[in-house]
Every structure is written in C-alpha cells, then in structure tokens.
C-alpha cells in the first residue's frame, strides 16, 4: 500500500527482483492515483489497484474494500510503504500480525504525520526509522527492525529525510525477509 513517491515500494520490488527477498508481490494499492509509487508498479508490470479513499464515507468503508482485495489475492502479509492514511480495526484484525509499516522516526520517539520535522524541532542527535507490526494505536504496533541516523547541526528537513530514507529501503526489505517465517501459510 502506497500513497506517494514509491521509493519504499521499488525498494521491495526491487529486493525481489534481486534475489533478497523471497516474495511475489501481487498488487500494490494506491489511494492517489498516478502517483510516483503507482508510476513505478507500471513501470515494473505490477498489477495496480486505486482505492481512492474520497471515494468511501468513511475510514471503516475503505478498509472493508482493502480487506476484501486483499483476501481474494490472498496476500500473506501487507505492507504499508508509505500509506498516509490511518487505518482502523476493520484492516487490523483482518490481518492480525501481518500488517507491516514503516514509519521514518525511532519510535516510540516521534508518532504521527512529519516525524522527520518532529526529530529535528525536537533537537535529537539521533535519529532514524522503525519496520513495526500495525495495531490499532497509531504507530506503536510491536517493533521489527530499525536503523539509526545521526542528526547533523547543518541538517534541514530534505537533507534528514534523505538519510533516513536511505536505511528504510535497506531495512525494510531486509526485515521482510527475516520475518518471511512468520507470514508463509502453510
Ligand atoms: C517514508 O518515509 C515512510 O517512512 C513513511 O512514508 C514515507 C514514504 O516514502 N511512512 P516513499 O513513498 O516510500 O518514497
């Protein structure tokens, strides 16, 4: 599931297509069509659904129609790169243990929308992002995996953005694989 630039998306993608990660990827969701992450599935020939939440009265009604496309292509796990919307209960326990976000802050440090400004209006040294299993409290779901930056004094928003973004197409896929046990059925 993605909502804007893909580069997490391509990152997995990408993993896959190398060898370093063991996972067919059967559709990527996009809630704004055309953006970069849907741009990047067509690029790569991956089949692309756009549910446009504007579309759905409510948070719930959306993620009825996510759960039942997931279902009927039976995905083992769920993946939001970059997917700006909160999910609620209906998403969740549908796929109990097997949704995944990445979110570009240490939690429990930092929760919630621009967690890049956040770090740097908070003055940290260091910073960084987290690979968590998604409950239904915003960004606080069992941790995975991180990776840790330095925040420099010359640092602006881009450029931290930019380091952190780094380690999240490293880890990502990485923690993908390493917990691939946990979601293969049978
Ligand atoms: C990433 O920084 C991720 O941590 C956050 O949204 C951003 C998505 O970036 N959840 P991209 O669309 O994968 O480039």
Same mark, same amino acid.
């Given at each position: 599931?993605?909502?804007?630039?893909?580069?997490?998306?391509?990152?997995?993608?990408?993993?896959?297509?190398?060898?370093?990660?063991?996972? =067919?990827?059967?559709?990527?969701?996009? $809630?704004?069509?055309?953006?970069?992450?849907?741009?990047?599935? =067509?690029?790569?020939?991956?089949?692309?659904?756009?549910?446009?939440?504007?579309?759905?009265?409510?948070?719930?009604?959306?993620?009825?129609?996510?759960?039942?496309?997931?279902?009927?292509?039976?995905? %083992?796990?769920?993946?939001?790169?970059?997917?700006?919307?909160?999910?609620?209960?209906?998403?969740? $326990?549908?796929?109990?243990?097997?949704?995944? $976000?990445?979110?570009?802050?240490?939690?429990?440090?930092?929760?919630?929308?621009?967690?890049?400004?956040?770090?740097?209006?908070?003055?940290?040294?260091?910073?960084?992002?987290?690979?968590?299993?998604?409950?239904? %409290?915003? %960004?606080?779901?069992?941790?995975?995996?991180?990776?840790?930056?330095?925040?420099?004094?010359?640092? $602006?928003?881009?450029?931290?953005?930019?380091?952190?973004?780094?380690?999240?197409?490293?880890?990502?896929?990485?923690?993908?694989?390493?917990?691939?046990?946990?979601?293969?059925?049978?």
């Amino acid at each position: 599931m993605a909502s804007g630039n893909g580069s997490n998306f391509e990152a997995i993608v990408q993993a896959v297509q190398s060898g370093r990660l063991g996972a =067919d990827i059967p559709l990527l969701v996009v $809630n704004n069509k055309n953006c970069g992450a849907h741009q990047r599935a =067509d690029r790569f020939g991956i089949h692309v659904e756009v549910v446009d939440h504007r579309d759905f009265p409510n948070r719930e009604a959306l993620d009825r129609q996510l759960v039942g496309l997931f279902q009927s292509h039976r995905v %083992d796990v769920v993946v939001m790169a970059g997917w700006m919307r909160i999910v609620t209960d209906v998403l969740v $326990n549908a796929f109990p243990e097997q949704l995944v $976000n990445i979110h570009p802050s240490l939690l429990p440090s930092f929760r919630g929308l621009d967690a890049v400004g956040q770090a740097l209006h908070a003055g940290v040294s260091i910073s960084g992002c987290t690979v968590h299993i998604v409950t239904a %409290d915003l %960004d606080a779901g069992p941790i995975l995996s991180q990776a840790a930056v330095p925040v420099l004094s010359s640092d $602006n928003h881009a450029s931290l953005a930019e380091r952190v973004q780094k380690q999240e197409h490293i880890l990502l896929p990485a923690t993908l694989q390493q917990n691939a046990h946990r979601w293969r059925q049978g």
